[in-house]
T-cell receptor, first 112, second 110 residues
Framework: DTGVSQDPRHKITKRGQNVTFRCDPI?????LYWYRQTLGQGPEFLTY????????KSRLLSDRFSAERPKGSFSTLEIQRTEQGDSAMYLC??????????FGPGTRLTVL | DQQVKQNSPSLSVQEGRISILNCDYT??????FLWYKKYPAEGPTFLIS?????DKNEDGRFTVFLNKSAKHLSLHIVPSQPGDSAVYFC?????????FGAGTRLFVKA
């Protein structure tokens, strides 16, 4: 058990570019979550997968955001046509059946 | 709408004393509450939790108290240690979605 991993750890991009982040959850965890965190705030829920099914999406997740978990293992979060307001830490978490979530280290996105 | 509020952005405590971190919530549908700790450059790590059917849960130096009528919970750390210095997030869940507070930064002075 190596924990939740996220790649890349840092991403700097220009406004208008597309970016994709990857999350590898703990292997036996069937639930996967994406959050966004900005300075001085707690993590904000973006979306939730149970196995490969995306069961809930936040209103924060605009049409420019899409998340997938094709085989119920790793997940990707893509942001199209990035805007400066997308700059944030993007956190991934996984869990088995309980409420306790295990977080990855996050991907820090900076949009110039 | 802030369904989970941590009104103290920071707290400073002397080593060996008790740290009390507070959290208020507004949604009576929440049925499970959690505390996470976060160090810089790391993701949050789970600390302790409590179900809405209980009013206290203890794990070593950490105790969480839940007052459902007041929609308030608190985390007690005793004795506080310098290694406890971190940001503490309160979180609440009533289904798939977990709502986090803005966090309280705890400083434990040696």
């Amino acid at each position: 058990d190596t924990g939740v991993s996220q790649d890349p750890r840092h991403k700097i991009t220009k406004r208008g570019q597309n970016v994709t982040f990857r999350c590898d959850p703990i292997s036996e965890h069937n639930r996967l979550y994406w959050y966004r965190q900005t300075l001085g705030q707690g993590p904000e829920f973006l979306t939730y997968f149970q196995n490969e099914a995306q069961l809930e999406k936040s209103r924060l997740l605009s049409d420019r955001f899409s998340a997938e978990r094709p085989k119920g293992s790793f997940s990707t979060l893509e942001i199209q046509r990035t805007e400066q307001g997308d700059s944030a830490m993007y956190l991934c978490a996984s869990s088995r059946q309980g409420n306790e979530q295990f977080f990855g280290p996050g991907t820090r996105l900076t949009v110039l | 709408d802030q369904q989970v509020k941590q009104n103290s952005p920071s707290l400073s405590v002397q080593e060996g004393r008790i740290s009390i971190l507070n959290c208020d919530y507004t949604n009576s549908m929440f049925d499970y509450f959690l505390w996470y700790k976060k160090y810089p450059a790391e993701g949050p790590t789970f600390l302790i939790s409590i179900s809405s059917i209980k009013d206290k849960n203890e794990d070593g130096r950490f105790t969480v108290f839940l007052n459902k009528s007041a929609k308030h919970l608190s985390l007690h750390i005793v004795p506080s240690q310098p290694g406890d210095s971190a940001v503490y997030f309160c979180a609440a869940t009533g289904g798939f979605k977990t709502i986090f507070g803005a966090g309280t930064r705890l400083f434990v002075k040696a």
